[in-house]
């Protein structure tokens, strides 16, 4: 009997250390930071990105202070980062407050990191400018061909707070560049009281998608004081978005009529949005 059960668990452990090393591949076949296959472009020299993320880094229900550690979601920095870096653009990283930039440990995790992440952790120039990020206060956005608004969870608890961020957005858009102006996930939290020329929500009746109410319930996350479908439905975005058995697995990337905004769903919809972006200035 004691052999047959030292011979059952050893079955029992090999089964689990097989699905531990698999783990990556199945949750990347289910969904997880597709490959991006389409075109890919080289801009002309000059032009300029700008990257933006929260400084929020704890996970707490509003009025607390205490909380398990969050920030920017790894890929929904690095994705854009890379995609414009390696289109030939010159990329800044800002982020609310400025300085260090927190960043989900999570979202380094094995099951889920992506090559790009892996990439950002043995990149000495990223890292420093995740080390010292510009303060947006600081930053001139109308000198950008393009703009990207990264998410994660503790983007919820700044991005749409941000009047600075709001005014900056919505100079920009009006700016002698005409950027281009992206976001992923609760990136979107960013764009919600931007204003245009006449102090009407700029991206009222404009197709946007961001992390939907289901993902957000499905998770389990729900004391942060955002949600980026709610809040883009209240600034009157015509809210798009695709689904799946759980909407972790999903993505969706939305562009606006006029090409000024490239909106991405969630985790898995960064790099594609980031491309769609490279690709509509390309063809400026």
């Known amino acids: 009997m004691k052999t047959r059960l030292i011979k059952i668990g050893a079955v029992i452990l090999a089964l689990i250390l097989t699905l531990a090393v698999a783990l990556p591949t199945l949750l990347h076949k289910a969904g997880i930071h597709p490959e991006y296959t389409g075109e890919t472009h080289q801009l002309p020299a000059g032009k300029r990105a700008l990257v933006i993320t929260t400084s929020h880094g704890v996970l707490n229900a509003p009025g607390e202070t205490t909380g398990n550690p969050t920030g920017v979601m790894a890929s929904e920095m690095t ?140 998770l389990g996350i729900d004391i942060t004081p955002m949600h980026p479908e709610t809040e883009l439905r209240k600034a009157g975005a015509a809210f798009e978005s695709q689904t799946a058995f759980i909407d972790f697995f999903a993505t969706h990337v939305a562009v606006d009529r006029e090409q000024r905004f490239v909106t991405g769903q969630n985790q898995n919809s960064s790099l594609e949005a980031a491309q769609k972006m490279i690709a509509i200035i390309a063809a400026q």
């Open 79 to 218: 994705h854009p980062y890379y995609s414009f870096l390696d289109a030939g653009m010159q990329v800044d990283v800002a982020s609310i407050q400025g300085g260090q930039i927190p960043v989900d440990p999570q979202t380094l995790s094995r099951p889920i990191i992506s090559p790009e992440d892996k990439r950002f952790l043995a990149d000495p120039a990223l890292l420093a400018k995740t080390e010292h990020s510009l303060r947006i206060d600081d930053v001139d956005f109308t000198q950008y061909d393009a703009i990207f608004i990264a998410g994660g969870w503790g983007a919820a608890y700044d991005l749409g707070y941000s009047d600075v961020l709001a005014e900056k957005v919505s100079k920009a858009y009006y700016g002698p560049k005409s950027p281009l102006i992206g976001s992923v996930c609760h990136g979107a939290l960013g764009l919600i009281n931007a204003k245009d020329s006449e102090g009407n929500k700029l991206i009222a009746g404009r197709a946007m998608t961001g992390v939907t109410d289901k993902q957000v319930k499905e």
